[in-house]
């Protein structure tokens, strides 16, 4: 294999600025994709998976493609503390809903698949036990969490558990983005966007992205002079130097506790947030442009869908395509109707639906194809949806790794049922948590 080098990483990146070019002219033309809504950056990263190794093998990307979207996603959220309006104390309860929202959605494909494989889908074939689990694996967390427990599973003998993750991941991640954009549209059509009209009467300038004269946006004023250090770079730098922080953090708490993996996007927030809180009680926070940030937030989203789904892995080969297809199906329309059903009784009259379709992208696909979503229905990030995620995620991720750590040991020792019983109960908890403080709400 070819050593990684700078010029590596600048091929790498210039091919996916060739796709986003691509992608934003095949927006401009194709009057199908503008009735989608379909962002450029989903159409380059769908030409570069087309084009790539894992397709006809076109494009010369090297074989780190993969790891840009973990930088890129720490970058975005560094920038989500500079661009948010004040938090009051009404909002803070949405950390505490999201939390309730995504933690039981997460538990809730883990015991619909679990129960699923060994109550229907193992009576009918010779399947193992954690048969249905590989579609929790492969969907919630997409191929990163697909590879890690089938990798596991291959540590216990079960060599086949990585290949079903994986097609799990990869049918999964698809239909994130195909049923995505179906629920998109359906929820103009009825009202429930919050900051997207009916795709009937979008002007001409947003069906294709292009501003005419008169219309154009102002990218954000520069605070500083061009003589000293460019506006530009200045921001950026600081963004950079958050994201930085988070990385450190997170390393430094593997360190110090090596079985705890704080997520770098989710420190990143953390350490923004003492970053900003800093530079207001010094004064330097007006120096900051928050205009610039947010363009600096969107340009780093469009290059992590870009290479997100790029990356992805299609070398899967489908050895049970009649149950796997049963499952996967089945823990499609089971995650489609949690989403809705819950979404609607968690968020009602709070931009219910902008979570909703962003917890459907992560929970099918990747966190980066629920930004993705997110963009298309509030490409301003009005709802604070991300905001809410990044807080609540901390929370999150001990779950997401106890599941990945003990899902294996559990199901190859024969204690798969009392795994997903264990699962079911931390449901009932979290929803019982939801109710007593009246997150959950009725119709």
Avoid at 9 to 38: E, P, S, T
Avoid at 247 to 256: P, R, T
Avoid at 352 to 372: L, P, R
Wanted: charged share 15%; proline share 3%; glycine share 10%.
């Amino acid at each position: 294999m070819e050593a990684f080098t700078p010029w590596t990483l600048f091929v790498d990146v210039g091919i996916v600025a060739a796709l986003l070019l691509v992608g934003k002219l095949i927006r401009v033309k194709v009057k199908a994709i503008q009735k989608m809504f379909i962002p450029p950056s989903l159409i380059a990263g769908f030409l570069g998976l087309l084009l790539g190794p894992e397709g006809l093998d076109w494009l010369p990307f090297s074989g780190q493609l993969g790891t840009y979207a973990g930088i890129l996603i720490a970058l975005v959220f560094a920038c989500l503390p500079f661009t948010s309006a004040k938090v009051t104390k009404e909002q803070r309860s949405g950390i505490g809903k999201m939390w309730a929202y995504s933690q039981s959605g997460m538990l809730f494909q883990w015991a619909f698949g679990g129960f699923l494989g060994i109550l229907v889908l193992c009576q009918i074939w010779p399947l193992d036990k954690a048969f249905g689990i590989s579609m929790p694996c492969g969907f919630c967390g997409g191929h990163g969490t697909a590879a890690a427990i089938g990798t596991a599973f291959q540590r216990f003998g079960n060599e086949e558990m990585l290949t079903l993750a994986m097609t799990a991941a990869t049918v999964g991640i698809l239909a994130s983005v195909v049923i995505g954009m179906l629920m998109i549209k359906w929820a103009t059509r009825k009202g429930h966007t919050s900051f997207l009209s009916d795709f009937s009467e979008l002007p001409h300038e947003l069906r294709t992205g292009l501003l005419p004269e008169g219309k154009k946006e102002s990218m954000g004023e520069s605070s500083c002079s061009s003589i000293s250090i460019d506006g530009l770079a200045f921001n950026l730098a600081v963004i950079c130097l958050v994201a930085f922080g988070g990385y450190l953090i997170s390393k430094g708490v593997n360190m110090l506790v090596p079985t705890l993996e704080m997520p770098v996007f989710s420190c990143a927030f953390i350490f923004g947030i003492l970053a900003k809180f800093v530079m207001d009680k010094t004064d330097v926070t007006k120096y900051v442009s928050k205009q610039s940030v947010s363009h600096l937030s969107g340009t780093f989203t469009d290059f992590l869908v870009a290479f997100g789904i790029a990356s992805i892995k299609l070398s899967v080969v489908l050895d049970y395509i009649v149950p796997l297809s049963i499952l996967l199906v089945c823990g499609l329309l089971a995650t489609l109707l949690y989403v809705f059903w819950m979404g609607k009784r968690m968020f009602k009259g709070n931009g219910w639906f902008e979570k909703a379709v962003f917890t459907w992208g992560w929970y099918t696909g990747t966190m980066a194809m629920g930004i993705a979503l997110l963009r298309v229905v509030d490409h301003e990030m009005k709802s604070r949806c991300l905001d809410d995620y990044a807080l609540a995620y901390l929370f999150i991720a001990p779950v997401e790794i106890a599941l990945i750590t003990f899902a294996p040991v559990a199901f190859v020792n024969g204690y798969g049922v009392h795994f997903l019983s264990i699962v079911l109960v931390a449901i009932l908890i979290i929803l019982g948590v939801a109710g007593a403080k009246g997150w959950l709400k009725k119709r």
